[in-house]
């Protein structure tokens, strides 16, 4: 959903490439205050229960999520692992910075950067940008079927949030 106006939400995740560097956006609304965000974003109990799709089981392996932290978690599907990692160059209030490498291709490391924005009336807009290393890797992202798990594990957010099971820190 592309708005027009401060008033219309992105219900659904907007999954954009931009088109003058290696760098995808995407922009999705929730119910919810900055600081559960972050939090979704930032404690590995309440992030492992939503991020990815509906048919792989998330684990953490490792998770310090403080400024000049790492991670790795690894999602599991009919038995197949696979497995990220990154490091977290900046947690601050309402901004994380985190490179992100899928395991498989791990010379392939992206720097993201998500940015949680209060719009009133209980709403936060997630911005968050992926610079890849190249156009190549880009585009390889977005055709690896990623849209299915960002659109599948903000709705599993979207239930979390709904439930109160996401207080804020």
């Known amino acids: 959903m592309t708005t027009s106006s401060s008033s219309e939400r992105y219900l659904d995740a907007a999954i954009e490439a931009d088109p003058t560097v290696p760098m995808i956006h995407i922009r999705r609304d929730f119910r919810a205050t900055p600081?559960?965000?972050?939090?979704a974003h930032t404690d590995p109990e309440v992030f492992a229960r939503w991020i990815g799709p509906d048919s792989v089981a998330m684990r953490i392996d490792h998770w310090d999520c403080r400024t000049l932290g790492s991670y790795r978690y690894v999602g599991e599907r009919d038995g197949e692992e696979f497995a990220f990692r990154?490091?977290?160059?900046?947690?601050?209030e309402h901004r994380l910075v985190q490179t992100f490498t899928w395991e498989g291709m791990p010379e392939?490391?992206?720097?993201?950067?998500?940015?949680?924005?209060?719009?009133?009336e209980g709403w936060t807009r997630l911005h968050a940008q992926s610079l890849c290393d190249s156009f190549e890797g880009r585009d390889s992202m977005l055709s690896s079927g990623m849209d299915v798990g960002v659109h599948e594990g903000y709705a599993k957010l979207d239930r979390l949030l709904a439930d109160g099971e996401v207080a804020a820190s």
């Open 35 to 39: 600081a559960q965000l972050m939090r």
């Open 86 to 92: 990154g490091t977290f160059p900046e947690i601050s």
């Open 108 to 120: 392939a490391i992206a720097l993201e950067t998500m940015r949680f924005t209060d719009l009133g």
